[in-house]
């Protein structure tokens, strides 16, 4: 069972960046997909970005939401069995509690595969991020 601890959350100024992390416990965590979602107060749960878990290679599928592309990235080091989200260029709609999460992924997948918060088997507990105008 794999236990996911975000963290780099914060203030910002809009036009700022943040890198927020997510470290997971578990031996075969190149074997999961992870995916970063965001919730803003009073709003339903979205997909931000995906990441495919590379298994023995270095080689990723990423996928965005349109809101986000060109201004944040997702990478990962599976020998530190961490994900990481840059986030640059930040407005402030972006203003959101930040969730990682994990799913067994046997293969590459599809970009269906990742933006559907209700396939992942792993949550962490979210990190704020807050971006002032």
């Known amino acids: 069972q794999a236990q996911l601890v975000e963290s780099g959350g914060g203030l910002v100024q809009a036009g700022g960046s943040l890198t927020l992390s997510c470290a997971a416990s578990?031996?075969?965590?190149?074997?999961?997909?992870m995916g970063w979602f965001r919730q803003a107060p009073g709003k339903e749960r979205d997909f931000v970005a995906g990441i495919s878990g590379g298994g023995a290679t270095t080689y990723y599928t990423t996928y965005y939401a349109d809101s986000v592309k060109g201004r944040f990235t997702i990478s990962r080091d599976n020998a530190k069995n961490t994900v990481y989200l840059q986030m640059n260029s930040l407005k402030p709609e972006d203003t959101a509690v930040y969730y990682c999460a994990a799913k067994y992924l046997a293969r590459f997948g599809y970009r269906s595969d990742y933006i559907d918060g209700g396939s992942y088997d792993y949550w962490g507990q979210g990190t704020q991020v807050t971006v002032s105008s």
């Open positions: 578990g031996r075969t965590f190149s074997s999961y997909a």
